[in-house]
């Protein structure tokens, strides 16, 4: 299956710095990337839902200000998590789809895990 | 209401044991199904497509019930290996996903 990466893996920060986060398709073009986070024994949550070249469109309740997600190319997706505070520690998981596909299916990243002290 | 509810769980079933799970969703709309695995701090993995036909692999069957909206997932021969969390995923249309809470099950010795 086609496969999505993410940088880095794992990434400790001091509260009130900024962290980048990315999630690059391999082998595919992804018109649309999902940004998802996770806490510990809980489900997915979609914080925002990103389209090559134009803006991300966030989930009620996540602040746009506060995550910043580009979608430069049909390969890359960023998400920069801004002023990091420890309530950001989290699982945070990308996704990839393309348009083009026969199917819907959606290609996870590996995920990253965000802690900030 | 939530576009997908999923069985609450968890779920502790002994090796060899049968297992369903369940997901319902809202929208008569919606397209294409999909059961997801996810293993502790891992990420969520295809498990298998849902057809309104049903669909089986090995020890896994998928079904849709469109009349009454809900997808359903039966384990036969429970491994230990199987223990996970389960996800729905419902897809409305394109770029519309919808993640059910996930269903966890262990399978004990």
């Known amino acids: 299956g086609a496969v999505v990466s993410q940088h880095p893996s794992w990434v400790i920060c001091k509260s009130g710095t900024s962290v980048k986060i990315e999630c690059r398709s391999l082998?595919?073009?992804?018109?649309?990337m999902f940004w998802y986070r996770q806490f510990p024994k809980q489900s997915l949550m979609l914080m925002a839902t990103?389209?090559?070249?134009?803006?991300?469109?966030?989930e009620q309740g996540v602040e746009k200000d506060k995550f910043l997600i580009n979608h430069a190319s049909l390969t890359l997706s960023t998400l920069t998590v801004t002023s990091a505070h420890p309530e950001d520690s989290s699982f945070y998981i990308c996704?990839?789809?393309?348009?083009?596909?026969?199917?819907?299916?959606?290609?996870f990243g590996p995920g990253t895990r965000l802690t900030v002290t | 209401r939530k576009e997908v509810e999923q069985d609450p769980g968890p779920f502790n079933v002994p090796e060899g044991a049968t297992v369903a799970f369940n997901c319902t969703y809202s929208?008569?709309?919606?397209?294409?199904f999909f059961w997801y695995r996810q293993d502790c701090r891992k990420e969520p993995k295809l498990l298998m497509s849902?057809?309104?036909s049903g669909n089986e692999d090995g020890r896994f069957t998928a079904q849709l019930n469109r009349a009454s909206q809900y997808i359903s997932l039966l384990i036969r021969d429970s491994k230990l290996s199987d223990s996970a969390t389960y996800l729905c995923?419902?897809?409305?249309?394109?770029?519309?996903?919808?993640f059910g809470t996930g269903t966890s099950l262990t399978v004990i010795p």
């Open positions: 996704s990839a789809y393309s348009s083009g596909a026969s199917s819907y299916e959606q290609y």
């Open positions: 082998d595919f073009q992804a018109t649309t």
């Open positions: 990103s389209n090559e070249g134009s803006k991300a469109t966030y």
């Open positions: 929208n008569s709309a919606s397209q294409s």
């Open positions: 849902v057809y309104s």
């Open positions: 995923v419902v897809i409305v249309r394109t770029n519309q996903f919808y």
